[in-house]
Structure formats: structure tokens, C-alpha cells
Nanobody, 122 residues
Framework: VQLQAFGGGLVQVGGSLRLSCAASGISDSFTVGWFRQAPGKEHEFVAAIDYSAIRPHYLDSVKGRFTISRDNAKNIVYLQMSGLKPEDTAVYSC?????????????????WGQGTLVTVSS
């Protein structure tokens, strides 16, 4: 199983980016969580989605600005980010779980991959 996050970049305050998490080597259903780590800080949960995309949930500070979605045919999970703020600057990574977990604890997930850097300039 491999997970690869991509789509990061430099954006101005108020701008938008769409991150993608591509999963390979997977044939079963899986849940996905997005996490971020700002310089000098711990990993922080951002959003997560179940396989059927029925009950996604979000970090309070990104609600209404970020949207998580998925394309199960392509094994890709997206994180659409809008209204970006300087405090959103971080390396964003994704994690997958095959047991149905899609909570806020990164270490409960089965797999996680390298991240992509998002920089929001003021």
C-alpha cells in the first residue's frame, strides 16, 4: 500500500488549493484522514472521510472552508481548501485505515504517506 499526497504550493491569503491523496495497492474499502504539521508543531487532524463519504468530519477551524471528498473508482481522496489563512501553512499528509477508523488520531491509521507543503502568504 502506498499513499501519496500532492497538490500543495504557494498561495495568497484567501486563495484556494485542492490537494489529492492517491492510494495504490489497495483493493478493499478504506477510510482516509488528512493531517497537517506546521513547523515546530505536532501533527494536527484536519479532516476525515468514510468509504461511502456519508459522514466526513473536520477540525473546527477549517469547517466551512475545507471540503473532503473521494473518488473510489480512482482511489483518490481530495481536500479542497478555500479561504486559506497563514495559519493553514503546513505539510499536509494523508492516512488510510482498513478497519473503518477515521478519527483524529494519526497513529490509529494503518498507513500514511509523505506530505505536500502548503504555504499561505500574507
Amino acid at each position: 500500500v502506498q499513499l501519496q499526497a500532492f497538490g500543495g504550493g504557494l498561495v495568497q491569503v484567501g486563495g484556494s488549493l485542492r490537494l489529492s491523496c492517491a492510494a495504490s495497492g489497495i483493493s478493499d474499502s478504506f477510510t482516509v484522514g488528512w493531517f497537517r504539521q506546521a513547523p515546530g508543531k505536532e501533527h494536527e487532524f484536519v479532516a476525515a472521510i468514510d468509504y461511502s463519504a456519508i459522514r466526513p468530519h473536520y477540525l473546527d477551524s477549517v469547517k466551512g472552508r475545507f471540503t473532503i471528498s473521494r473518488d473510489n473508482a480512482k482511489n483518490i481522496v481530495y481536500l479542497q481548501m478555500s479561504g486559506l489563512k497563514p495559519e493553514d501553512t503546513a505539510v499536509y499528509s494523508c492516512a488510510a485505515d482498513f478497519g473503518g477508523y477515521y478519527g483524529t488520531d494519526l497513529f490509529q491509521y494503518d498507513y500514511w504517506g509523505q506530505g505536500t507543503l502548503v504555504t499561505v502568504s500574507s
